[in-house]
C-alpha cells in the first residue's frame, strides 16, 4: 500500500460532518430511503481485480452510503441498543481498528478489566 492511499484517512472526519453524520441538524431526514432495489442501481460495488478505483471514486462512493444511511444520531432516531456517536468511543474505535489487535492482547485485557469492572 503506497502512501497516497493512506492520505483517505484524512477525508473521514471531513466526509462525516459534511454528510451531517455527526453533528445532526433537526431539518435532515433520519434516513433518505431508497428501496434496496433502486440502492442497487445507485451504486457500483464491482470489484475488478485488473484496475483499482481512484482515490476521488472511493470518495464519492463514501458521500453516497453517509448519504443513505440511518442517521443514528438524530433526535428522531429511536432505539433500545443504540443511538448517536459519542467522539471519545469513535476515537477509541478508530484507534482500535487501526492496531488491528485482538481484545486478548495484555493491555487490551487491562484496559477492559479496569473499565469494566464493578467498583
Known amino acids: 500500500m503506497c502512501d497516497e492511499e493512506w492520505n483517505i484517512l484524512g477525508h473521514i ?4 460532518d459534511e454528510q451531517n453524520c455527526i ?10 430511503f431508497e428501496h434496496p432495489s433502486d440502492l442497487k442501481e445507485l451504486f457500483d460495488f464491482t470489484i475488478d481485480s485488473t484496475e483499482q478505483r481512484c482515490q476521488d471514486e472511493i470518495i ?3 458521500k453516497k452510503v453517509l448519504h443513505f444511511s ?3 444520531g438524530h ?5 433500545q441498543l443504540f443511538a448517536g456517536v459519542d467522539p471519545y468511543g469513535l476515537a477509541g474505535s ?3 481498528d ?7 492482547t495484555p493491555l487490551i485485557r487491562v ?3 479496569r473499565t469494566t469492572s464493578a467498583k
Not at 487501526?98 to 486478548?104: E, I, K, P
Open 23 to 32: 453533528k445532526i441538524s433537526d431539518s435532515e431526514p433520519v434516513v433518505r
Open 75 to 79: 433526535r428522531n432516531f429511536h432505539n
Open 94 to 96: 478508530w484507534i482500535t
Open 98 to 104: 487501526a492496531l488491528n489487535t485482538s481484545h486478548r
Open 70 to 72: 440511518v442517521k443514528t
Open 111 to 113: 484496559i477492559r478489566g
Open 60 to 62: 464519492e462512493i463514501i
Open 13 to 16: 472526519p471531513e466526509l462525516l
